[in-house]
């Protein structure tokens, strides 16, 4: 089984920016697509953004998750998440997928990290 482990959570001002990684257990190469999900206490978890581990292509959901870019690091096995001007909308516990590769999608496995919580104070 792969194992995702997210770290970089915690207590922070809003205004401020974080940097949260994810790093797998397994050379990213492995996986087509890894990304983040934000969730917030009883809610539906929401995609933030996506990268093509390939390419580095990637696409964020400003209007969710604020301001906020998704990066990779082959060598480390990691993917990030930086937000940068945070708000209280950004509150939630980060989570990191990996999607393995397929011909047909619906055949791709999808592996979840543990999470990682984000707070914002005044």
């Known amino acids: 089984q792969v194992q995702l482990v997210e770290l970089g959570g915690g207590l922070v001002q809003g205004g401020g920016s974080l940097r949260l990684s994810c790093t797998a257990s397994?050379?990213?190469?492995?996986?087509?697509?890894m990304g983040w999900y934000r969730q917030a206490p009883g809610a539906q978890r929401e995609l933030g953004g996506t990268i093509i581990t390939d390419s580095g292509r990637t696409d964020q959901t400003d209007s969710v998750m604020g301001r906020l870019t998704v990066s990779k690091d082959k060598a480390k096995n990691a993917v990030y998440l930086q937000i940068n001007s945070l708000k209280p909308e950004n509150t939630g516990v980060y989570l990191c997928?990996?999607?393995?590769?397929?011909?047909?999608?619906?055949?791709?496995?999808?592996?979840w990290g543990q999470g990682t919580l984000v707070t914002l104070s005044s």
């Open positions: 397994r050379s990213i190469q492995n996986f087509g697509t």
């Open positions: 997928f990996a999607r393995t590769r397929a011909l047909n999608p619906i055949y791709g496995r999808t592996y």
